[in-house]
């Protein structure tokens, strides 16, 4: 389908889009958030941090690359899902929270144990608490392949993923092109300096041989694109015999037929993460996937309104899409 959001006109051009709502809006945290941290099978932790309102349906979160719960797009949307009467929980991936984690396992694009974690520890906890899930861009693509392995197994009322890397060798090779070269230098900077921090972390508390992990890696220096980091540190640390391999089993569009949960994707055309080479026909979709192509928006943007009152046009898509899934469902 493909979506009326119509761009603000002095945001129109796909990295405006993209610079303005990551680096140039200025949100506060929601009033009342919290974080809890919750211990992994594994010995690790996850910080997670709460928006609740007493009972009310609740919606996971997920942020994307070098993100975290403190990102513009999670900390707007919860905002706006509180005052349409939902809670929320975003999830820190491992090492994001602003706290490293304690072993040299990372987070990717296709690791969806910790999200599997997160919801199960949740469903425990309110067996009967209506609840949905959203990502944004890796976090989309994690949502989407946990959504796509679990089937009718899980009793989510609702997903909505954004801007999502479907193919992910399709996106390493746009990141190498053009403009979009600086957002790739950019992430690349991100991730170096993340494990830098993390070897020092690991050495310090004690961590020795998963510090030795990390440095067995190597000088990530000379790294100059995600075919490259991803062939060492992604598939190095998890087991992918190489990018190829990671890119092959971890890509969420193979998953898409899968889904059966009601579940929004909102792309746009002029995304410079990525080409229109990564979205699926509709005979890749199931029956309940809703794919929706926007022509404009750049990458998680969506802004429209005027240039002294802008418009986040994302959380109101969102919003509508889950009242529709869940809209008489109270606390209980």
């Not at 009972?55 to 706006?80: D, E, F, T």
């Not at 969806?112 to 009967?128: A, G, S, V």
């Not at 050495?203 to 995600?226: C, P, V, Y």
């Not at 009152?309 to 899934?325: C, K, N, S, V």
Request: proline residues 4%; positive net charge; aromatic residues 10%.
């Amino acid at each position: 389908m493909h979506n009326a959001f119509r761009p603000a006109w002095w945001l129109n051009s796909p990295h405006l889009q993209t610079i303005y709502p990551a680096f140039l809006r200025r949100i506060s945290p929601p009033a009342g958030i919290r974080r809890e941290r919750l211990d992994t099978p594994d010995g690790d932790f996850l910080d997670i941090d709460w928006v609740d309102n007493g009972g009310r349906p609740l919606v996971i979160l997920l942020h994307g690359l070098a993100g975290s719960s403190r990102s513009g797009y999670i900390k707007g949307l919860q905002h706006s899902l509180l005052a349409a009467g939902f809670a929320s929980v975003a999830l820190n991936f491992r090492g994001c929270s602003g706290e490293m984690n304690r072993m040299a396992r990372c987070y990717h694009s296709g690791e969806t144990e910790d999200i599997d974690f997160l919801y199960k520890t949740l469903r425990q906890r309110f067996p009967d608490r209506a609840m949905a899930a959203i990502g944004f861009s890796l976090g989309g693509n994690v949502l989407l392949k946990w959504l796509g392995e679990q089937g009718d197994k899980i009793g989510l009322s609702a997903a909505v993923a954004v801007s999502v890397p479907l193919l992910l060798n399709e996106c390493a090779d746009k990141l190498d092109r053009g403009f979009s070269k600086l957002y790739r230098d950019y992430l690349l900077r991100e991730l170096k300096q993340y494990m830098r921090v993390k070897l020092k972390h690991l050495q310090g508390i004690g961590q020795h041989e998963q510090a030795e992990r990390i440095a067995e890696l190597g000088d990530l220096s000379g790294i100059k694109s995600f075919w490259q980091y991803d062939d060492k540190v992604v598939a190095g640390l998890h087991g992918f015999k190489d990018a190829h391999d990671y890119y092959r089993r971890s890509s969420s569009r193979q998953f898409l037929k899968h889904i059966r949960v009601p579940t929004l994707i909102l792309q746009a055309n002029d995304d410079p993460f990525m080409t229109e080479r990564v979205l699926p026909t509709a005979t890749e979709l199931s029956d309940q996937v809703q794919l929706e192509v926007c022509a404009g928006g750049g990458h998680v943007g969506f802004v429209s309104g005027g240039l002294f009152r802008p418009a986040y046009w994302l959380e109101a898509r969102i919003g509508r899409f889950l009242r529709q899934h869940l809209p008489s469902l109270t606390a209980r």
